[in-house]
């Protein structure tokens, strides 16, 4: 390991300045444990200080270092040198979303397509319950086994920088959004099904899906949106049919005998 | 129509479509030998039995139905303006209804012997 080096070939891109993406190499010394951000982070720090890439938690938490690392979009702080094949490590930026510099994406539409699935609770009869708490929401185990590996997603990106459709059709919502749709759809705390369906069930939304599955193979979280996406289609068309097996909806609030939620009398 | 509607009906006439294509297939040269059964004669007749010329019919009718609607979904995910979107939908409309018609019409003639 001492004294061996690794090869980043970064492409590079500045849309305000350059007419086409171009490739530079960098040599970066080899370390033990070392990711893919660590060697990124010093060819920003030592050799130029112009690269631009974006990070924060380096523990796979935050979803900001996205980017397509051999060939694959991966995160580039849990990404082990030592896990790539042996040579010249590419970093790309992700796939499907505008360049904004470099290994920097933009990824505004990707959140508005997250805050247009309606990534909250919806409540009609109780609405304040959400703001002033009484109680809490019950709701089964099974319940929550449902759509709980939705909610692990952190929102980087990687899904739908790998996804085939939404590499060509520019209105589809993505994997991500629509996991997250199914997420709240199966949640039987939620009564905001009949708006959630109207977003979805339509010609751009969850139908567009050809279950391509390279979302789900990409994931950095083990969350599976292609199966997300095939629930989500399940649910849309037993919801849609007279004879559908429907969900139960508006878990009812079970008082809190100890006073508030956090126990106080 | 909603686009869930659509997708059932893509489900309910694939598989009629397999269904009846196997029928179809069975009668071609399974059951009835391949060189009997296309035989301008026999076509007629198989035409002209209402249960045969019905299956026929609805055939035409479920395979129609869901290679137009197979073309509009790959033809909308192509280009993705409102415009090109409400186009596909009703000019692919108004081809499977006149291509229905057309099949009707050749179904019609043969099965009330004014094709001889
Ligand atoms: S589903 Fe997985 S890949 Fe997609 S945004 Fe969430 S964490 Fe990232
Ligand atoms: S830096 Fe936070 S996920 Fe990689």
Redesign the interface.
Known sequence: MAGEEVVLKIRRFDPSLDERPRVEAFAVPLKEGMTVLDALIYVKSRLDHGLAVRFSCRMASCGSCGMKIDGRARLACETQISSLPRGAVAVEPMDNFPIVRDLVVDLERFFARHAAAMPGLVRERDPEEQESPTGEYLMAPGELESFVQFTYCIKCGLCSSSCP?AS????FPGPQALSQAYRFLADPRDEGEERRLERV?????V??CHFAGTCSAVCPKGVDPALGIQLL?RH??SA??PFGRKKRRGAPVFPNPNGDLLGQP | MRESTLMQMQYVTAVLAVLLVGVHLLMQGVLVPYGEAVSFQRVLSVYRDAVDGALLEILLVVVLAHGFNGLRTILIEWRQTPSWTRGVNWAVLVAALATMAYGTRTVILAATGQVS
């Open positions: 459709t060509t059709d520019a209105l069930d339509a010609e751009h939304g139908w567009r289609k849309v068309m849609r049919s």
